[in-house]
């Protein structure tokens, strides 16, 4: 199984942050669509399966969370080997094209913007007609632990959202890396799979996966709005996100491979 060396993984992020900020808007949003969708079945099958165990949950949380984590990885899994367009991963991946000069900072906002919205839409589409209407968490313990996410995700402060989104990212950026790195689908695979599960296991906040489990908890009937989702919660975890992805991963691997 052969791999890249990290300055040739950088180099080969550095063309791919090209295409993906030169990319048409038509295209960028539907893969953006996508990208949210296959997230947001990782964070279903997580609800389903680590939410599924309540009495695991009482008696060993540690390993509540490993299985909670163990499973969520197949949403980036998806993006990576289907193709769409992540904006967490995106954070990382379009910097280096920016700071070596190849593309500009406004092609990058419009990246992160448009990838954003269509990861939104994407996860809406999963909460509502693929988790909502077809009732997967009507009942406990589905209902109590998708209710209890959500709440719990809106009871946090600004500060540790933020630093929380800040791990959460340079993990999943990392992942992304490995994946990039990886010159096989199985490697790949294996490259995603414990840095995702490590960031789950540990609690940290990831922007796109919130799209999920806060608006389906909300759509549950959890004690949450609609402005705890967007306000208290999604504006620091993305800030998070964009440090952890863009500076300790992006701008960082740039400095010392490519710049």
């Not at 719990?152 to 402060?157: I, L, R, W």
């Amino acid at each position: 199984m052969g791999f890249k060396s990290p300055k040739e993984t950088t180099c080969s992020v550095d063309n791919i942050g090209c295409n993906k900020i030169g990319m048409a808007m038509g295209p960028l949003l539907a893969l953006g669509f996508l990208a949210g969708a296959f997230i947001a079945f990782g964070g279903l099958l997580a609800v389903i399966v680590g939410g599924g165990v309540p009495d695991i949950k009482l008696a060993n949380p540690g390993l509540q969370k490993f299985i909670f984590g163990a499973v969520f990885p197949v949403g980036l899994i998806l993006v990576v080997v289907a193709g769409a367009e992540l904006f967490t991963g995106n954070t990382a991946c379009c910097i280096p094209a920016v700071l070596s000069g190849k593309a500009s900072w406004s092609g990058l906002a419009r990246n992160w913007t448009f990838s954003y919205v269509g990861n939104l839409i994407g996860s809406l589409f999963v909460v509502l007609f693929l988790t909502y209407m077809t009732g997967l968490f009507a009942s406990d313990p589905w209902l109590s632990s998708i209710t209890g996410i959500a709440e719990a995700k809106v009871s946090q402060g600004f500060w540790p959202l933020f630093f929380k989104g800040v791990g959460c990212n340079w993990l999943v950026c990392l992942a992304v890396w490995l994946a990039i790195a990886s010159d096989d689908v199985a490697s790949k695979i294996f490259g995603v799979w414990f840095p995702i599960m490590a960031f789950v296991a540990i609690g940290f906040e990831h922007s796109v996966a919130n799209m999920f489990f806060i608006p389906a908890g909300i759509m549950y009937g959890a004690a949450v709005t609609w402005a705890d989702f967007f306000i208290v919660n999604l504006i620091p975890v993305t800030l998070g996100n964009i440090v952890g992805g863009g500076l300790f991963v992006g701008a960082i691997y740039w400095y010392i491979y490519d710049h």
